[in-house]
């Protein structure tokens, strides 16, 4: 057997060394369709199978609806506390949320990103440290900090790192221990993790006082015996309570991989999909080379067989051979993909969930292995058995193999016709939707415009006099350099930084358990005038909007029509809630409208928002706020850091700048997962169409070159260049029309799984259909035209003479 084997591996490598270009054309093919199928499969075993690196992780959930959100439902430190102390189902639960640390100490000062923490974080996760210890849920007070091994790694590295006081935010706290690389929760770039009940002022803050306050997500482990389906009968149990007491949770379990993962789970699959088409488009391609060898093999098949090689004998060694073409194409396809997981983590793969652990490795290269076998089997079967019929004189004559193998290409011409369809149609509405995207008006004006993070130490700035008199200052000098147009600071900037919603109450109208949303954009004079935001009605906030006066806001666009419609919203007074001194509600009086601006993204799309003064009650939560400054004419924005940074250390060295960047480059980071699916998917679309292409030019091309003779019949009985042309265009088209007909249907069938990717675009597009139809008929055009010319230009006297 295993002389037999060897035999067969040395006529393959013989017979492919007789057909060099064969052989190249045919690995060149299979390595690029195998290597970009082993590329995005690497991206979605990194993001969506491997395990979390917890113990049980299928065990960890998190508390939220069942249903896609966008993102992760919050919960107020109180309704937390009521469903720990009463859920059996559910334990080592934890509350956490993000929060940003001025590291001080050591030069200017360092923001650092953090999370905040509740209850038994690092046991609802199992993760042990890299050095020293975690801190207990009995340390809720204590001013102790956890570092991630990338901090770690900024200090040194050292094991001297535990015991050290780091100063975050005016609070000294001691590193007790330092976590694995892996452990990268909430997000990768989490610096420190500390007790929230450790800052100071946290027992009477608003977190622990308000059950509105909702901005911790709730995360734990299933207890012993208990399951999703046990913890959701749980909890809709205690749902009467607790709604009682806030209208507006969101009660439910989900996997917590999956809610990691619920924002791009969707796009990775249809983008393996997508390049899954690309793999099998190549493997036709490679099975139309194999049937065209037919005609130069035929007598050496017909012989072997005559000589009485059974047909196993033939398929196996035939099969031999295209998996060594496919094993070839595998470790191109190896190599190739190497080269394109980098590229994908340049386009946007490394900001995915668990983006960086992108690599071709393991559990990669099986795949790949199993892809190879699976392809060198399906582009070698067929042949195989066509070519190996029993009977030497069928096997020998050419009539019937000959047809066999016509309706063969046909077949694959109309698969690959149909597979680049609904490839070329999802590139098309991926395409238009990006377009779409890209149109949008963002409602501001981001060109010429420096954008950063500014924290304030919460030790210098608990009095909310102390906020107002920075920002005041600050802005103040900013202001009165030449370099700087406008300048402000508000709560969030566009791109989904910062949110922050609040439930509101119009006066005049019934007041509900459960009001209705709208982002509240805390903001400082000048904040609206630096990004351009279009004024509609009344004025802007003004320094005039400070506390002793009318409290006032400005409301956007979508606002006014949502609580005013068909009135002049200006005068109207709302509440978000809290009552004066007199026990009235906070009413908040419309002295503008500005237009509509994206602030949770573009695809998001606008919401009702409200921007109030940060002189009248918005100074407790804007110790963070993101500062943008408008550059004078002809200067570049990016210029502005350094006037900032000077100012900025004049009034105050403490606070930290962070993420110093334009304005426009942040509108294009808010795009950049739309960007980088429809570039993978518009990539295998031209793929797609260029395969399709040389696909049905090869079948053309070689059933001109196999009825050459019957061409120069014709043409010798009066048919003219033209019935020729027609003849051979034709019948290329009727095989692509069938195509066409069977790709349409699927992609109707396949429509809705991209409902969830495109933006203001139908997963049914007649336009997208229409034009990808008619590409793909002209390409085929243009791909029969050419060996159709080929044949008409046939002398008739030499073909005849050739016989």
Known sequence: MLSDIKMDLQYALRTMRQSPVFTVAAVLVLSLGIGATTALFSVVDAVLLRPLPFPEPDRVVTLGAEQTQRSSPRYSLMTFDDIARQSTQLVSLTAYTNNLFNLTGDGDAQQLRGTVVVGDFFGAFGVQPLLGRTFTPEERSTPVVVLSYGQWQAMGGGADVLGRSLTLGGQPYTVVGVMPPSFQVPQATIAVWVPYDSQPGAATSDARTQRGFRAFIVTGRLAPGATLQSARQELARLAPALLKEDAALDLGVVGYADRLTQDVRLALWVLLGAVALVLLLAAANVAHLQLARAASRQRELGIRVALGAGRGRLVRQLLTESLMLAVLGGVGGVLLALWGTDLLLALGANNLPR????????????????????????????????????????????????????????????????????????????????????????????????????????????????????????????????????????????????????????????????????????????????????????????????????????????????????????????????????????????????????????????????????????????????????????????????????????????????????????????????????????????LALVLAAVGIYGVMSYAVAQRSHEMGVRMALGAQRADVLRLVVGQALRRVAFGLALGLSGALATHRVMEGLLYGVGSLDLSVLSAVALLLLATAWLASWLPARRAASVDPASVLRRG
């Open 355 to 686: 983006g960086g652990d992108v690599a071709v490795q393991g559990r990669v290269l099986l795949f790949t292995l199993g892809v190879t076998l699976l392809t060198g089997v399906g582009v070698g079967l067929a042949p195989a058995l066509q070519r190996t019929q029993l009977n030497p004189g069928t096997v020998l004559g050419r009539g019937v193999a000959e047809a066999t193998r016509g309706r063969t290409h046909a077949v694959l011409v109309v698969a690959e016709v149909a597979l680049a369809l609904v490839l070329i149609t999802g590139a098309g509405l991926m395409l238009k939707s990006f377009w779409h995207l890209n149109q949008v008006d963002p409602g501001l004006d981001p060109r010429g415009v420096f954008v950063a993070r500014l924290s304030l130490s919460r030790d210098r700035y608990q009095a909310p006099e102390k906020v107002s008199a920075f920002y005041r200052d600050f802005m103040a000098r900013l202001s009165a350099r030449p370099e700087v147009a406008a300048t402000g600071v508000g709560q969030s900037l566009p791109g989904g930084y910062d949110i922050r919603r609040s439930g509101y109450w119009a006066e005049g109208t019934a007041d509900v358990s459960n009001r209705p949303d709208a982002l509240v954009n805390t903001s400082t004079p000048g904040f609206l005038e630096a990004l351009r935001v279009p004024l509609l009605a009344g004025r802007r906030l003004t320094a005039d909007d400070k506390a002793g006066t009318p409290r006032v806001m400005v409301i956007s666009q979508r606002f006014a029509r949502e609580v005013f419609p068909g009135q002049d919203p200006m005068g109207h007074r709302v509440t978000f809630g809290g009552d004066d001194e007199h026990g009235n509600p906070l009413w908040l009086t419309v002295v503008g409208v500005v237009g509509d601006v994206p602030y949770a993204g573009v695809e998001s799309g606008q919401e009702p928002t409200v921007y109030v003064p940060l002189d009248q009650g918005g100074q407790t939560l804007f110790t963070s706020g993101q500062l943008a400054v408008r550059a004078a004419p002809g200067l570049s924005p990016l210029a502005l850091e350094a006037v900032v940074r000077e100012e900025l250390r004049a009034v105050d060295s403490t606070v930290a700048l962070a993420q110093p960047t334009t304005l426009e480059e942040r509108l294009s980071a808010d795009l950049a997962r739309p960007r980088f699916r429809t570039v993978l998917l518009g990539t295998f679309g031209v």
